[in-house]
């Protein structure tokens, strides 16, 4: 079965709080920058590594050793690791996981982190099972815009990669972020051959037709899937050049986002299409970020080894300062680029959702 859905295009970006940013620029001393004079001004957050799917390329059948509970941090505990992100120059903050909307009152969190002096954007990474029923209070707290995770329009499909059925769930959430205002909404599909990679003139005719943003994902190595990853992975120029034979494609900048994908549309579409090749290290040259793992570390680089221990200086009461001065001195040892090739895996890190995409 082929899903249809309703998509409208959303109001845009909200305002920035002039405010804010005005009290900002004459507190922040010295923002932060990387020994490559990258300014960093995003932080992705995991709030847990738990998820209601099992995407085949993301983790096992079976979940992984989930982080225990004790070690997540609180909301209080992000709350004030972006407080003193905020205070050296990070403006935007993207909520992911696992599957962020199964830890409880996750508008609770949006509305912290949006009281936060210098914060302008909050977004939202998630697969829209719990989303129909949450985006209105998201939407009330603060947040801005959700990625939705979208990997084919067929029910069946859905279920064999997702592992759980849910396609209807996940399409209703999409209609109820744009309907919440959550727009303008990026559809994430990863692409594998002999999976999904038929789908791709299909979602390429959503776009003519709805103000919808779809960005195909190269498929990438983590411990769980080197070999998946080996035998299904698709290039972005390959599929560029699909796309190309729906019709004439026309560069676009990027929908408002952080985001290094190449966008395009077709003449007179609502909607664009991108890609996203990580493995590509011009996708290194432009990186403005760091991630939050949900247990507090800092990690510097997607696909690089280094983590660093934000949660016992927190909890063990270095409060600000030592957040701030640890954000400083990591840096000094942000990587240039990854240096991970095709069918590899990052030797530390088993999944996506361990520290969110
Ligand atoms: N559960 C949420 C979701 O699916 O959107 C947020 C977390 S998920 C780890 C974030 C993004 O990472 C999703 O768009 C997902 O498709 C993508 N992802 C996970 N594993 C991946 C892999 N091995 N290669 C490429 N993208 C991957
Ligand atoms: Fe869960 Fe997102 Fe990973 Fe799928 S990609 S298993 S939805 S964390």
Redesign the pocket.
């Known amino acids: 079965m082929v899903a249809a859905f309703a998509v409208e295009p959303g109001p845009g970006p909200n305002p920035g709080n002039h405010k804010a940013m005005i009290d900002l620029i004459e507190t922040v001393a010295e923002p932060l920058v990387d020994a490559f004079r990258r300014p960093i001004t995003y932080l992705r957050v995991s709030v847990t590594d738990r ?1 209601n799917l099992r ?1 085949v ?2 983790m096992p059948e079976a979940g992984l050793p989930w982080i225990p509970k004790p070690d997540v941090l609180s909301y209080e505990e992000v709350a004030e690791i972006v407080r003193a992100a905020a205070r050296i120059g990070v403006r935007s903050i993207r909520l ?5 909307l199964i830890r409880r009152n996750l508008d609770r969190l949006v509305a912290m982190i949006a009281a936060i002096p210098g914060i302008d954007d909050i977004a939202l ?3 829209g099972l719990l989303l129909a029923d949450q985006a209105p209070a998201l939407a009330a707290a603060g947040l801005r815009r959700v ?3 979208l990997d084919t329009l067929q029910d069946e499909r859905f279920t064999a990669i997702a592992r759980r059925p849910g396609l209807a769930r996940t399409l209703a959430g999409i209609d109820a972020a744009i309907a919440a205002g959550l727009g303008p909404v990026k559809i ?1 599909c ?1 692409l594998m051959r002999g999976t999904n990679d038929d789908e791709i003139e299909a979602f390429a005719e959503l776009t003519r037709k709805r103000a919808v943003h779809i960005r195909f ?4 190595p ?1 411990t769980e ?1 080197v070999d998946l ?1 080996r035998n299904t992975w698709i290039s972005s120029d390959e599929v560029l050049e699909r796309l190309g034979t729906v019709g004439a494609l026309h560069a676009v900048p990027n929908p408002h986002g952080n985001g290094p994908a190449r966008t395009f549309a077709y003449d007179d579409a609502p909607g664009t299409v991108g890609v996203i090749s990580p493995l590509a290290h011009d996708y290194c040259e432009t990186c403005n970020r760091v991630r939050l793992s949900a247990d507090g570390r800092l990690k510097l680089c997607l696909f690089g080894d280094n983590m660093i221990d934000l949660r016992t200086p927190l909890r063990t009461g270095g409060g600000q300062a030592a957040i701030e001065s640890i954000l400083r001195n990591s840096m000094h040892i942000k990587p240039e680029r990854h240096h991970l090739q095709l069918g590899e895996a990052s030797s530390q890190m088993r ?3 361990e520290i ?2």
């Open positions: 998820c995407c390329y993301c992911t996981g696992g599957e962020p990474s998630t697969n990625n939705v995770s994430n990863v994902i190269e498929v990438m983590v899937n990853q999944a996506f959702s969110g995409g």
